[in-house]
């Protein structure tokens, strides 16, 4: 279970530039939830995962993660249960290195770290197994430097990464965004595969109003740094893209473009 209780953030506060990025949001996550999330440009989605991955403290509310109060971790110290993909997908690996040895990396995420070898002979028959899973051909290439991967198979090598250990959450922020529509498709599917295989909890970020309805078993929707919109389970399963539409016209008490919406 995942609570954010009450949070609050200001960027740039006291200033010309001051934004509320997330208002007094309250959200509970429990385990095994597949959340997509939506909202237009600014709603505060992205700013979200950035709570809960660490990449700031929040004014005001906690997080917790199995009643442990993680409100104040450093982003290091939360990656032992935190696991994210980015949009693009050169963040998400280390370019010089080898593929098993950022699957190396991968493995001891939020581990203590020593100065043994990087890469053990019993793990390669691991990263074999996993990799097969890819359908990629990637199990015949671990000692190929990852950066001279195409931006759909680093993406993929990034996803199959984030859930090895299996996380308590797993953070995708648009990660088929920079990719072209066929390797999207592909990265999705394989997101669907892991996630339902390791009944992982994860929250994706997603512009795609398909992808929102079609994946997952709940849907948030966010607006000015709130939670606007929360549903789940058949309630879901009976929501038509009109009706997310409706509920943004309803918000913003006039009517708002698909152009807007989904930029």
Known sequence: MIRIEQCTKYFHRGSVNEVLALNNIS??????????VIGSNGAGKSTLLNYIAGS?????????????????????????WIARVFQNPLLGTFASGTIEQNMALAKKRGKPRGLGRGVKPQDYEFFREQLQHLGLGLETRMHDVVGLLSGGQRQALTLLMATMTHPAILLLDEHTAALDPKTAHKVIELTETLIAEQNLTSLMVTHQMKHALDLGNRL??????QIIFDVEGEAKKKLHVEDLLHKFY??????????????
């Open 250 to 263: 309803e918000v913003q008490g006039e009517e708002m473009s698909d152009r807007i919406l989904l930029a």
């Open 27 to 36: 959200l509970s996550i429990k385990e095994g939830d597949f959340i997509t």
């Open 220 to 225: 948030i929707m966010m607006h000015q740094g």
């Open 56 to 80: 700031f403290f929040a004014d005001s509310g906690r997080l917790l993660v199995d009643d442990t109060d993680i409100s104040r971790w450093p982003e290091y110290k939360r990656a032992r």
